[in-house]
């Protein structure tokens, strides 16, 4: 795993538009474009604009609570536009025990194939 520590990462770059990447939905305070190396037909990401110290879920502080719930609520919003309202995944990688690559919170919503359960 890569570190995880507080510097900027990969992130930062497609906020800032400085990498390319595919956008699928953008307000003021998430960015939400398509994994590189998608999972399923329909993969993608969701990230907070701000980081502000959210580098994995388990460093959430109760100030993260309303940038939380409107990741979660963007998932829905994301999950309408690519036509998989009616079955889709949100998961959260936090830390190196769970596979987190990228030390900036983010969701990965899942779809557009038959999932499985339990995930490995
Ligand atoms: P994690 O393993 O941290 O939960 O997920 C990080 C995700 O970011 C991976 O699914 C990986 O494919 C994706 N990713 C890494 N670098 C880039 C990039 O430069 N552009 C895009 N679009 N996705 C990336």
Redesign the pocket.
Same mark, same amino acid.
């Given at each position: 795993a890569k570190s995880a520590g507080g510097g900027p990462t990969?992130?930062d770059?497609?906020i800032a538009k400085e990498?390319p990447?595919?956008i699928v939905y953008e307000d003021d305070k998430v960015l939400a474009?398509?994994? #590189? =190396?998608?999972?399923a037909p329909v993969?993608v990401?969701i990230i907070p604009k701000q980081r502000d110290g959210l580098t994995e879920l388990g460093k959430a502080e109760q100030r993260h609570e309303d940038i939380l719930g409107h990741l979660l609520y963007a998932s829905k919003l994301v999950a309408e536009k690519e036509g998989i309202a009616d079955g889709f995944r949100v998961? #959260? =990688?936090s830390g190196p025990t769970?596979?987190?690559?990228?030390?900036h919170l983010?969701l990965?919503v899942l779809g557009g194939r038959q999932l499985k359960w339990p995930p490995g």
């Open positions: 990969i992130f770059n497609i990498i990447s595919s474009f398509r994994d #590189i =190396n998608p999972q993969h990401l998961v #959260i =990688n769970a596979c987190q690559s990228v030390y983010h990965h």
